[in-house]
């Protein structure tokens, strides 16, 4: 039975110590009531609001490998890929780090967030190399397996 990567990264620190803060400048706020605390209160739960969106995107990062298919998701649906039905793979360069599109033989694409994930990136192409070997891939990827294969991750 496969399991799903975890995640690579602490999610619940910064909310935590980001409730934590608003909340204490709720407090000060409302308890002195200067001029203009409404506005600054406003500010303040709007840009929690962003951050806590934020790292929920992140948390939907999900990638689990099942022999010949595996099972991503974006946003908010998985999608099943078998390997046979990948015909492109690209290296995208996000904010958080690498990540992968996939074109699928209808045409349609999967893009799977590796960064976000705990061995994300090396699982993935382990996988491609093995299962999807008729794929094209771009140079960046071609790189990425090759520097698996120097560091003897990937046979």
Same mark, same amino acid.
């Given at each position: 039975?496969?399991h799903?990567l975890?995640?690579a990264?602490?999610?619940r ?5 980001? /409730?934590v803060?608003? $909340? ?5 706020l =409302? &308890?002195?009531?200067a001029?203009?605390?409404v506005?600054?209160? !406003?500010v ?5 609001l ?16 099942d022999?010949?298919s595996a /099972?991503v998701?974006? $946003? ?5 890929? =078998? &390997?046979t039905d ?6 995208l360069? !996000? ?11 209808d045409?349609s ?9 705990r061995e994300g990136?090396? /699982? ?8 999807a070997p008729?794929?094209?891939r771009d ?8 520097r698996?294969?120097?560091q003897?991750m990937?046979?």
């Open positions: 039975m496969s799903p975890d995640l990264y602490n999610w620190t910064p909310v935590l110590v980001s /409730t803060g608003l $909340f204490a400048c709720i407090m000060l =409302v &308890g002195q009531r001029d203009g605390w506005p600054v209160l !406003t303040l739960v709007v840009s929690w962003v951050l806590v969106a934020v790292v929920w995107y992140r948390t939907r990062a999900y990638l689990e490998v022999a010949a /099972t998701r974006r $946003f908010r649906t998985k999608h099943r890929v =078998v &390997g990948i015909t492109a793979v690209r290296r360069r !996000t904010l958080s780090g690498p990540g992968y599109r996939l074109t699928l033989a045409g694409h999967r893009v799977v967030a590796t960064s976000l994930l990136g090396p /699982t993935l192409l382990r996988w491609l190399v093995r299962y008729q794929a094209t140079p960046a990827t071609e790189a990425a397996i090759d698996l294969r120097t003897g990937l046979d």
